[in-house]
């Protein structure tokens, strides 16, 4: 995909305009000609705007350098709120975005960070994600599907826990069978040590997919139920991201979490 992020600004032309223009008069081809008059004209239009200043340069109104707005502030920068860019409708792909560092993959550093290691059965833990960018190079960071951030549990011997086995249901009305949906899609630009964070939660429930499906034909999240408290034992917990692609990109994190009475 050749998607970019970016944003432009329109420049201000000041143009300064005199003309002056001449007189004429009549004769008689019997007369001597009056010698000429030299007049000093003043062109000084008082209700024009000063010419520009060393603080208000002149700037070309083709210019494309980019200029972050202040809608756009929370798309990037150098401490982030993942969650809040990937729900924000504005922080979406656009096509002049700086080009991704080959070194990538190396520079960000992703971790999980849970408030617990040790829950009981049906109890709760709030999971920290952070992405860092520890390069030179501001990275971007593109998204798309499913732009919730939630919890990927499995068991010991790798049976998934959450979300459920199966396909989450669908909208049951027959015309979003052939229903034509968009994937949502986000970004988020790194700046060089900057910091993207969130917080996901983890309850030790088994889960299950609701009975009826989403009101909507293009509706791409959908929550799953809870169907009782985990079983004692040892659970790995990952927060898949929403890459928009899987080539280059860190492997997402994953923690163990101890399940016990």
């Given at each position: 995909m050749t998607?970019r992020?970016?944003g432009?600004?329109?420049?201000?032309?000041?143009?300064?305009g005199?003309?002056?223009s001449?007189?004429c008069g009549s004769?008689?081809s019997?007369?001597v000609?009056a010698?000429p008059?030299?007049a000093t004209?003043?062109?000084?239009d008082?209700?024009a705007?000063a010419?520009?200043t060393?603080?208000a340069?002149?700037?070309?109104?083709?210019s494309?350098?980019?200029?972050?707005s202040?809608?756009?502030?929370m798309c990037?920068?150098?401490?982030?709120?993942?969650?809040?860019?990937?729900?924000?409708?504005?922080?979406r792909p656009?096509?002049d975005a700086p080009?991704?560092?080959a070194?990538a993959?190396?520079?960000l550093k992703i971790?999980l960070t849970?408030?617990?290691?040790k829950?009981?059965p049906?109890?709760h833990?709030?999971?920290?994600?952070e992405?860092t960018n520890g390069?030179q190079?501001?990275i971007?960071?593109?998204?798309s599907?499913?732009?919730?951030?939630?919890a990927q549990?499995?068991d010991?011997k790798?049976?998934?826990?959450?979300p459920?086995?199966?396909?989450?249901?669908?909208?049951?009305d027959?015309?979003?069978?052939?229903?034509d949906?968009?994937?949502p899609?986000s970004?988020?630009?790194?700046?060089?040590?900057?910091?993207?964070h969130a917080?996901?939660?983890f309850?030790?429930?088994?889960?299950?997919?609701?009975?009826?499906?989403?009101?909507t034909?293009?509706?791409?999240?959908v929550d799953?139920?809870?169907?009782?408290?985990?079983?004692?034992?040892t659970?790995k917990v990952k927060?898949p991201?929403?890459?928009?692609?899987n080539?280059?990109n860190?492997a997402?994190?994953?923690?163990?979490i101890q399940?016990?009475?």
């Amino acid at each position: 995909m050749t998607t970019r992020l970016g944003g432009g600004f329109s420049g201000l032309i000041f143009a300064f305009g005199f003309a002056a223009s001449a007189g004429c008069g009549s004769g008689n081809s019997n007369s001597v000609p009056a010698p000429p008059v030299t007049a000093t004209i003043d062109t000084t239009d008082a209700s024009a705007p000063a010419p520009p200043t060393s603080a208000a340069p002149i700037v070309d109104a083709g210019s494309t350098t980019p200029t972050a707005s202040a809608e756009d502030a929370m798309c990037g920068g150098a401490d982030i709120d993942l969650a809040a860019v990937l729900a924000n409708k504005k922080c979406r792909p656009t096509r002049d975005a700086p080009p991704t560092p080959a070194s990538a993959a190396s520079d960000l550093k992703i971790s999980l960070t849970p408030s617990s290691t040790k829950i009981a059965p049906g109890g709760h833990v709030d999971l920290v994600l952070e992405i860092t960018n520890g390069g030179q190079a501001a990275i971007p960071l593109y998204f798309s599907g499913d732009l919730m951030l939630a919890a990927q549990v499995k068991d010991a011997k790798g049976t998934r826990i959450s979300p459920p086995a199966g396909n989450a249901p669908k909208n049951a009305d027959p015309k979003c069978a052939d229903k034509d949906c968009r994937l949502p899609e986000s970004h988020v630009l790194l700046a060089p040590g900057a910091k993207a964070h969130a917080k996901i939660g983890f309850d030790a429930v088994k889960m299950g997919w609701p009975a009826t499906g989403p009101t909507t034909c293009c509706t791409i999240h959908v929550d799953p139920v809870a169907k009782g408290s985990l079983a004692v034992g040892t659970y790995k917990v990952k927060v898949p991201l929403p890459y928009e692609s899987n080539q280059g990109n860190p492997a997402d994190p994953e923690v163990a979490i101890q399940v016990a009475k």
